[in-house]
C-alpha cells in the first residue's frame, strides 16, 4: 500500500470539527476538520457495522478514538465504503486499512484513483467561489494505493455489510462517485454529490451555515453528469441526508433545498468560470 496523505495534514477546520451526531440510531455522522464520515450500524448490535468514508489526511488516531468511543474499545468496522477518492474522503484510509486489516470497496471507475494508477486533475484554484476555493491548489490530488485490499462494489447494487442500503452511480464530482440509499426510511449518504454547505467559501465552512448546493466546485470536472447524478436524488425523495460536507438536514428543509438545486443548479451550483467549466454555459 502507498499513503500519498502522509505528512499532508491541513490546518482547516469548522466549527463542528470532532463532533459526533446520531442522525438515526444506526447513523452516526463524525465531522473531521472540514468533512464528514459515517458509522453505519447499531453500538447495540456487536461488532456488525461499516465505516463510510475516512476524513482528512493525518485523522486516522482520532478516528480511532471517536469509534472506540461509540462503538467500544478495540472496535472496527466490517469495511470501509468510499464515496469517491478525494483527498478529504481517504485521509486516513491506509493508515485505518493497516490497522484493522479489513477490505474497502468503491465504484469500479473510483479503482483507478485508489489503486496508485491514476491521480486526480489538479483542483482549480480559479473557479468562481470563495476563499476554500483560493487555497484548493494546495491539496493533495495524487492517487492512494491500497493495492489488493479494494474491491469494486458488487453489480447488484448492495453494499457490502450494509443490508438493506444500496448503492447508487452519481458521477460528475468523481467520475466513480457513489451516494448510499436505504429504502426503508429513505436515508440517504450523499458524499459530495451534492453538499449542505457552500464549500467554496471559508466562512461558511468554518460558520457551516446549511445551504444546499451542488458539489465542491474546484474538484468537480464534469457539470453536466453532476446535474443528472442531483436529478437521481432528488427523485428517491430522500428523509434525511448526510453529506460530506455539512451539516445532516431532513425533512422539508431537504426536499425544498434539493427541488431547487435540481431547477436552478446552472446558477446555484455551476460556476460562472473555471477549468472545468465548459465556456458555452
Ligand atoms: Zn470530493
Ligand atoms: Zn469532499
Same mark, same amino acid.
Given at each position: ?41 447499531? =453500538? #447495540?448490535? $456487536?461488532? *456488525?457495522?461499516? +465505516? %463510510?468514508?475516512?476524513?482528512? /489526511?493525518?485523522?486516522? &488516531?482520532?478516528? @480511532? ?57 489538479? =483542483? #482549480?484554484? $480559479?473557479? *468562481?467561489?470563495? +476563499? %476554500?476555493?483560493?487555497?484548493? /491548489?494546495?491539496?493533495? &490530488?495524487?492517487? @492512494? ?137
Amino acid at each position: 500500500m502507498h499513503d500519498s496523505m502522509e505528512d499532508q495534514f491541513l490546518p482547516m477546520y469548522s466549527m463542528t470539527s470532532g463532533v459526533g451526531k446520531e442522525v438515526l440510531p444506526d447513523l452516526y455522522c463524525y465531522t473531521n476538520q472540514i468533512v464528514n464520515l459515517c458509522c453505519v450500524g447499531n =453500538p #447495540d448490535n $456487536s461488532g *456488525e457495522w461499516v +465505516l %463510510v468514508d475516512t476524513g482528512m /489526511p493525518e485523522s486516522s &488516531n482520532r478516528i @480511532v478514538e471517536m469509534v472506540e468511543e461509540r462503538f467500544g474499545e478495540d472496535s472496527k468496522p466490517q469495511a470501509i465504503i468510499l464515496t469517491h477518492g478525494h483527498f478529504d474522503h481517504v485521509g486516513a484510509v491506509v493508515d485505518l486499512v493497516e490497522k484493522w486489516g479489513i477490505k474497502v470497496y468503491a465504484h469500479e471507475a473510483e479503482l483507478p484513483f485508489l489503486t496508485g494508477k491514476q491521480d486526480y486533475p489538479e =483542483p #482549480d484554484g $480559479s473557479v *468562481e467561489g470563495g +476563499l %476554500v476555493a483560493k487555497m484548493s /491548489p494546495m491539496f493533495p &490530488n495524487e492517487a @492512494v494505493n491500497l493495492g489488493s485490499n479494494i474491491e469494486a462494489l458488487p453489480d447488484d447494487g448492495s453494499v457490502p455489510h450494509m443490508p438493506g442500503w444500496k448503492w447508487i452511480h452519481t458521477p460528475g464530482h468523481a467520475p466513480g462517485h457513489v451516494s448510499l440509499f436505504r429504502e426503508k426510511d429513505r436515508a440517504l449518504i450523499a458524499g459530495d454529490a451534492f453538499v449542505t454547505v457552500k464549500q467554496e467559501s471559508l466562512y461558511k465552512v468554518m460558520t457551516q451555515k446549511v445551504e444546499i448546493n451542488g458539489p465542491p466546485r474546484y474538484l468537480t470536472t464534469d457539470w453536466t453528469a453532476a446535474w443528472e447524478s442531483v436529478k437521481k436524488l432528488e427523485e428517491l425523495n430522500p428523509a434525511i441526508v448526510v453529506t460530506g460536507h455539512g451539516m445532516p438536514v431532513s425533512g422539508q428543509e431537504l426536499s425544498e433545498g434539493l427541488a431547487r438545486l435540481v431547477k436552478e443548479f446552472d446558477r446555484l451550483a455551476i460556476p460562472d468560470y473555471g477549468r472545468f467549466v465548459d465556456p458555452k454555459h
